[in-house]
């Protein structure tokens, strides 16, 4: 579980040397290279850009394109490049939110780095996965991580991901639940109701649920596989068709006036 998993190549989607894996990356390639220099500069400023992430990756190319995207972004950014120092600079600087490796060099990994931190900290953990692979994702949620990115990832969608966890751990409480405006639907956390033009919509848990969390992570393509371990949870062991199923049910329901997008070879997005 150990040297295994590192890569030799550049994780990095848009590095061309790994090709699109499961079509994940198959969109959007002739936009990247453009994407690499203003993306990040044209994002909207938000309220928690004075946040700190600690990276922790031994592969110096993708930990500096990662340090980059973020600092431009407008995060301070630690890099660490093995397990050790990652659990030092966490204990140190008292950071956010850790941006991890799962291919560490050494005896310990990213799993199990993970897992230790999990035993004295709740700092939210995006891990950095190498492969699509199940067992990694599953292992990965099972030990704490709050989500995970699979190489090869666009640092954009990185910053993504790291910017909807931020919101979500510190939302204040007394804010109570959400609701969410999207085109004429308007979709309330507190009453789980679902509303079309004001009216309300008689929602299946499950479809509320899904709507509910396209929702919270609005703007975002969300993959089959991060819906089901979301909304069906990472221990239900289904088909990915279970989500398309759930999603022509909402439209059909909700009808255009939901913003919902198929993104070819990835998922859903919704706004
Ligand atoms: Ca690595």
Redesign the pocket.
């Given at each position: 579980m150990t040297a295994s998993r590192?890569?030799t190549n550049s994780g990095l989607a848009h590095a061309g040397t790994a090709g699109p894996r499961r079509g994940v990356r198959a969109q959007g390639g002739s936009a990247r290279g453009a994407d690499q220099g203003s993306a990040a500069a044209t994002m909207e400023p938000m309220a928690e850009d004075r946040s700190t992430v600690v990276v922790v990756?031994?592969?110096s190319n993708i930990a500096e394109l990662v340090a980059l995207y973020l600092r431009e972004a407008g995060f301070t950014v630690h890099l660490t490049g093995d397990a050790a120092a990652g659990e030092e600079a966490v204990r140190a600087r008292q950071p956010d939110l850790v941006v991890l490796?799962i291919?560490?060099p050494g005896t310990v990994d990213g799993f199990e780095l993970c897992r230790r931190l999990r035993a004295w900290s709740q700092v939210p953990i995006v891990l950095l996965t190498a492969r699509d692979d199940e067992i990694d994702r599953v292992l990965g949620l099972e030990l704490g991580a709050d989500d995970y990115v699979t190489k090869p990832f666009s640092p954009r969608e990185l910053v993504a991901r790291v910017r909807a966890i931020l919101r979500r751990s510190t939302a204040p409480a007394a804010e109570g639940p959400a609701v969410h405006v999207l085109g004429s639907v308007t979709v309330d956390a507190g009453r789980r109701e679902a509303l079309l033009d004001g009216q309300p919509v008689a929602l299946a848990t499950r479809e509320f649920a899904l709507l509910l969390h396209l929702a919270e992570n609005q703007g975002l393509a969300l993959s089959r596989r991060q819906l089901l371990d979301s909304v069906w949870g990472h221990d239900w062991y289904g088909d990915e068709r279970t989500v398309d199923v759930h999603v022509r049910q909402l439209r059909k329901k909700l009808g255009d006036g939901l913003p919902l997008a198929t993104v070819w070879g990835v998922g859903y997005r919704l706004g």
């Open positions: 590192s890569t990756e031994d592969d490796d291919g560490l």
